[in-house]
């Protein structure tokens, strides 16, 4: 168990519906992270939060959006949904700010788009 | 893009044996980590290595660290049918993201 929450575990919804994905980091880490994985593939990052500021960028859509919450918990909300968003979408913490240390990732949230 | 690139992609062995994958990055890095991933579950951190360091050993992994060549090589000794999982390499390019290679996908044979 790395201590990373993140609900749902499954997700299916249609295509133009919006979701939010919810993730708890590791109690004391100020550092939370989103990637997308679709099927096979490696792991898309997405964007980086550090104690509710935003901190670097990736790969993530106009679609997409995130933030992190005073609690240090984060949402990533998908919306106008297509089928191609079907994926894995995985959290991840770390106490620091910067690259210095490992990630501590979640079990995932599975979306399907039908 | 991508900035770490795993090889070779897929690799089956049978228990007992080594297992060497290697992992290419573009850009200058302040680390390289490795992640195992079981059939869609969450990664889990096996090592870190810092750019000054060349080699490290935790258990049965050997991980070495060439920045001159930009790669990076995962040694797996004396495989067993629990290794199987996919592989990853990630850097951090020396920003606050760490970037994920492609995996590779290991396959332990019993």
């Known amino acids: 168990d790395s201590g990373v929450t993140q609900t749902p575990k499954h997700l299916i919804t249609a295509t133009g519906q919006r979701v939010t994905l919810r993730c708890s980091p590791r109690?004391?880490?100020?550092?939370v992270y989103w990637y997308q994985q679709s099927l096979d593939q490696g792991l898309q990052f997405l964007i980086q939060y550090y104690n509710g500021e935003e901190r670097a960028k990736g790969n993530i859509l106009e679609r997409f959006s995130a933030q992190q919450f005073p609690d240090l918990h984060s949402e990533l909300n998908l919306s106008s949904l297509e089928l191609g968003d079907s994926a894995l979408y995985f959290c991840a913490s770390s106490p620091t700010p910067a690259n210095t240390g490992e990630l501590f990732f979640g079990e995932g949230s599975r979306l399907t788009v039908l | 893009s991508q900035q770490g690139e795993e090889d070779p992609q897929a690799l089956s062995i049978q228990e007992g044996e080594n297992a060497t994958m290697n992992c290419s990055y573009k850009?200058?890095?302040?680390?390289l980590q490795w992640y195992r991933q079981n059939s869609g579950r969450g990664l889990v951190h096996l090592i870190l290595i810092r750019s000054n360091e060349r080699e490290k050993h935790s258990g049965r992994l050997r991980v070495t660290l060439d920045t001159s060549k930009k790669s990076s090589s995962l040694l797996i000794t004396a495989s067993r049918a629990a290794d199987t999982a996919s592989y990853f390499c990630a850097t951090d390019a020396g920003t606050y993201k760490y970037i994920f290679g492609t995996g590779t996908r290991l396959k332990v044979l019993a």
């Open positions: 850009t200058s890095i302040n680390n």
């Open positions: 109690s004391g880490d100020l550092s």
